[in-house]
């Protein structure tokens, strides 16, 4: 049974840092295109940045370059990383992380594997 799941989310006053990470099991995700998304209330899951399998090529949305970094551990390819600094009001959502085999951008139906989400609040 393939299964995702996310944690580091928390509350933080703006300006401050998150680190987020998703651990999969029941595959080898090695493979695997990993991303990151997130929805706040009200609003339409958003892409937030992803990761192809070696680690070599992301991509993020125009609203957190700068300051979202993805990432993967090398070592077992097991868990991926999202490092949030200067984090603004406009970040709180739930945050999912996500992965598919042959997913190559940013819109969420191409990922078949989902995680529960992880909350992110940011108070100003």
């Known amino acids: 049974q393939v299964q995702l799941v996310e944690s580091g989310g928390g509350l933080v006053q703006a300006g401050g840092s998150l680190r987020l990470s998703c651990v999969g099991s029941?595959?080898?995700?090695?493979?695997?295109?990993m991303a990151w998304f997130r929805q706040a209330p009200g609003k339409d899951r958003e892409f937030v940045a992803n990761i192809n399998w070696s680690g070599s090529v992301t991509a993020y949305a125009d609203s957190v370059k700068g300051r979202f970094t993805i990432s993967r551990d090398k070592a077992k390819n097991t868990t991926l990383f999202l490092e949030m600094n200067n984090l603004q009001p406009e970040d709180t959502a739930v945050y999912y992380c996500?992965?598919?085999?042959?997913?190559?951008?940013?819109?969420?139906?191409?990922?078949?594997?989902w995680g529960q989400g992880t909350q992110v609040t940011v108070s100003s």
């Open positions: 029941g595959r080898t995700f090695s493979s695997y295109v």
């Open positions: 996500a992965a598919d085999l042959w997913a190559a951008g940013p819109d969420a139906s191409h990922y078949d594997y």
